[in-house]
Structures are given as C-alpha cells and as structure tokens.
C-alpha cells in the first residue's frame, strides 16, 4: 500500500509544491496504515489552513469512505473514467475501428472540457445498454461503463475542475505505486518477511519525502533512539 499526500501551488501550472509519501506492507482492514495517512493529512491541513483539499481517486468505494471525512471536493481519476468510455465505442461501431477510435477521441475532449459532459454520456449509453443487439461481451463491458458512470458521474466535473485549476489525475499515486514499492520490492528473485519489507518501505518514504531523510536524523540526534536487550 502507499498513500501520499499532495501540496498544489494552486496556480495555473497545478505545479505540485511538495509530496509526502507513505509506505506499509498489506494489513487487514488497513487501519495502521490509514492511521498514519490520516496523522499527515492533519498536518498537512495545519500548515495550510486557507488550502482547498481535494481528493481525487479511481472507483473504490473504500478509497471515497476515507477520503470523504478530510477532504472537501472529490474528483474521479479523468483516466479511469475515459477508460470506461472504449466500451461504448465498441457498442457503438462494433466493426468499424476508425469510427471507434474517432467517436472515443470526442467523447473524451467532451467529458474534459464540456460541462455536463459525464451526464450526457451516461444517458447516452444507458440508451445504448436498452439494445439487445449486441453480443454478451460487449453487453457485459457496457453494464460495467453504465455502472460506472451512474455511481460516479457527479465527481467527473472536469470542465469546472480544469476552470478552478484543479488536478484531475491520479496519476502520481499511479507512479509512487512504482517508485515506493515494485521498484525495491519487486526485483527478480526477491523475497520478503513483512518485517523487512516495512523496514524498507519506511527507508523509501524517508528517502523519496524531501526534508524527511534529515529531519529523520536530526530528530534521532536530539532524542536518541531506545534499544532494547
């Protein structure tokens, strides 16, 4: 697992200021885990009492039921949401691959920059999903596009996010999936005790957080560290 949390200059760059990363090995329930992400939200919260919190995460419903209590506007991954959008084409022109392709490009310029766009489209396909003529896979992969967007097409505001200069990809927790963990953890022929690998997964939130590798050391030298024989 790996949380982050994420400090925008708010400007129009949405040039990130500063991240904070966390690392922990899987536990049941992940109540360690959101604990500690929980303890740097509320700092990051302190520091600056005038920022808006926004979340922003794919579909999982346990990601919205933390996420929902610190923040104060919710926004779905533009990218997972898109992702959802090749299956209509498919329903759509099932054997045309350029009109697939030409529909999936407009319709996604659509959900970023038009408002209501996320209504529109979950209409459209609803409509699509009413039909009995297309073959069980493609029936299949537009219920899944019609459920989707009916449980989340009110935090696919994009066109509002991208006018109040809001992020509206997750892709840095994509990337400190790769960053914080696979890139150590993974290796060929590596294993793990959980032991370990929380060692290690701390060093790397340390390292990868800036100021946290020295003032990790600076606070080792004021306090001392406790060894137990």
Known sequence: MVGFSNVSDGGRTR?????????????????????RLEREIARTKARYPQATHIEIADGAASNWQFLNLHTQEQVLDFYHASGYLGAVAVALYPTHLAQQRHWLQESCHHLKHDPGAATHLYQQMLELSQSSEHSKTIQENLAAAVTYFQNHHHQMDYALCRSRHYPIGSGVTE???KTVIKQRLCGSGMRWK?????AILSLRALVLTSTRWDQFWNKLNQYGFSIAF
Do not use: N, S, V
Not at 15 to 35: M, N, S, V
Not at 194 to 198: L, T
């Open 175 to 177: 990337a400190a999936c």
């Open 194 to 198: 959980e032991k370990g690998a929380a």
């Open 15 to 35: 040039d990130r200021q500063h991240t904070i990363y966390i690392g922990a090995t899987p536990e049941y329930g992940k109540a360690t885990f959101l604990a």
